[in-house]
């Protein structure tokens, strides 16, 4: 499985930015996916994660309200929308992909997207 994260770039405080995550699967619907980020000098954490039907999902607490993940298996795509941005979210935003329940661990997801960029600008 081939993971494809875009849609990061600079926003203001307060802004708004939605990710994007394709996969190169035909087997798309059988994967839980999850989002994680990482900030210079500071471990990879986990950001959200939605069931492979979209029927689940988690939020880290600091995103919770804010941000919303959400897939369209049809398109072979999750999306994370991000709203009220604050500085403490920029980070590399990564997307991961594992087969079976939705997981919070980095150690669980066996395919990696290669990241995207999201600089919140105070």
């Known amino acids: 499985v081939q993971l494809q994260a875009s849609g990061g770039g600079l926003v203001q405080a307060g802004g708004s930015l939605r990710l994007s995550c394709a996969a190169s699967t035909h087997k798309f619907n059988l994967y839980s996916i999850g989002w994680f980020r990482q900030a210079p000098g500071k471990e990879r954490e986990f950001v959200a994660t939605?069931?492979?039907?979209?029927?689940?999902?988690n939020y880290a607490d600091s995103v919770k309200g804010r941000f919303t993940i959400s897939r369209d298996n049809a398109q072979n795509t999750v999306y994370l929308q991000m709203n009220g941005l604050k500085s403490d979210d920029s980070a590399v935003y990564y997307c991961a992909a594992r087969q079976g329940l939705s997981m919070r661990s980095t150690n669980d997801y066996d395919y990696w997207g290669q990241g995207t960029q999201v600089t919140v600008s105070s």
């Open positions: 939605i069931s492979w039907r979209g029927g689940y999902t």
